[in-house]
């Protein structure tokens, strides 16, 4: 018995401190460079790292069993329940690489890898007065302001501290670098949550119209008078209605769909994916996307609607396709609709879908 022991502690030893299968791919790598000498760093929780950060707190934290965030605890409890946490999460990440380089021609060329700018009282990272991080991080530990300029290709984090220092961070509104998942994990995440999701579908009200790249793809309502069109002499209109959440629940709860997800992994394309309609339109809800629909072109009595949903500040896309007919739309009894989706796709995909330039 002690013989086995010894040899179990051995293999042990020359494993990483966190390995689990459902930790990202980015993480563990960041996890595996982190000088611990020997101490263990928690699936989720706060820990020092001495030789990197000195007093610096660092952070894990965790998701379906596995880290899925490691980073450095710049920012105060008001800070992160004020503004965007993937943002905040992004940048204490983000830290943790650069402290791993530890030169400053290192962490600029990292910066440079990812289209990050860091700009100290007007000096990007390494030039003028602007040194090294650790002048970054003063600022930081003494900020009287904080704003996040959203909705464009670039995310401006502007910091000011009590000495008069300002801070800007540029960051790419890039779903690679704001998140720390690959695109494969990604999309394993997200179906893994929209098949089990509990979010609440939530009525919305018409706004000012607008177009998603072409002209034919729209946040168009309709409506007869006052009241959104739910009706069988008008099934493309009517399910583009559900697709903008125009109508309520009620109207379309017999509605249960059958995905089809288009991925980057065979594995999940082969497997499908039963959900209620208003789960599957509350789940996106709930992360924030712009919808805009369209009708495609129909064979008969059977249509094809498409929505897509794009994220105005991660600047990412995903495209939902679905087929049916009136007599499906407008049944009385539960019916299971036919559908596609495709998640994290270039948006030029959209342009070539719709053959416009």
Not at 102 to 114: F, I, P, V
Not at 280 to 294: C, D, R, W
């Amino acid at each position: 018995m002690k013989k086995k022991t010894i040899i179990i502690s051995a293999i042990l030893a020359f494993l990483p401190a966190v390995l689990h299968a459902d930790t990202p791919q980015r993480i563990q790598r960041l996890l595996d460079s982190m000088p611990m000498n020997g101490q263990a760093i928690p699936v989720e929780g706060s820990f020092t790292c001495p030789q990197l950060g000195g007093t610096l707190q660092f952070y894990t934290e965790s998701e379906s069993g596995g880290t899925s965030q490691l980073g450095a605890r710049l920012f105060s409890d008001g800070i992160r329940s004020a503004y965007d946490p993937v943002i905040i999460r992004c940048v204490e990440r983000l830290w943790v690489e650069l402290l791993v380089r530890k030169t400053t021609d290192s962490q600029k060329a990292l910066l440079k890898e990812y289209g990050v700018r860091m700009v100290l009282d007007g000096y990007p990272l390494g030039s003028g007065s602007h040194r090294n991080l650790s002048q970054d991080l003063e600022v930081i530990n003494s900020i009287t302001s904080l704003t996040m300029t959203t909705g464009t290709n670039e995310i401006d984090m502007f910091m000011r501290s009590r000495a008069g220092s300002t801070l800007h961070i540029y960051i790419p509104a890039d779903r690679d670098l704001l998140f720390p998942y690959d695109k494969k994990e990604h999309e394993e995440l997200l179906l893994a949550q929209l098949e089990h999701s509990t979010a609440r579908y939530a009525q919305m009200e018409p706004g000012g119209l607008e177009c998603y790249m072409i002209d034919s793809l729209t946040n168009e309502m309709f409506f007869s008078g006052d009241q959104p069109v739910f009706d069988r002499n008008f099934p493309a209109e009517s399910m583009r209605n559900i697709l903008m959440c125009a109508l309520p629940a009620s109207d379309f709860s017999k509605i249960s769909l059958r995905i089809q997800p288009h991925t980057y992994s065979k594995e999940l394309g082969r497997r499908f994916i039963t959900v209620r309609m208003s789960d599957f339109l509350g789940y996106f809800q709930k992360q924030g996307l712009e919808f805009y629909s369209a009708k495609m072109e129909n064979a008969g009595d059977r249509y094809q609607c498409i929505l897509v949903m794009f994220h105005p500040t991660y600047n990412y896309l995903h495209m939902f396709s679905v087929s049916f007919t009136t007599d499906q739309l407008f049944s009385d009894k539960a019916v299971t609709l036919k559908s596609d989706l495709s998640t994290f796709i270039p948006q030029h995909n959209i342009k070539n879908l719709f053959q416009e330039k």
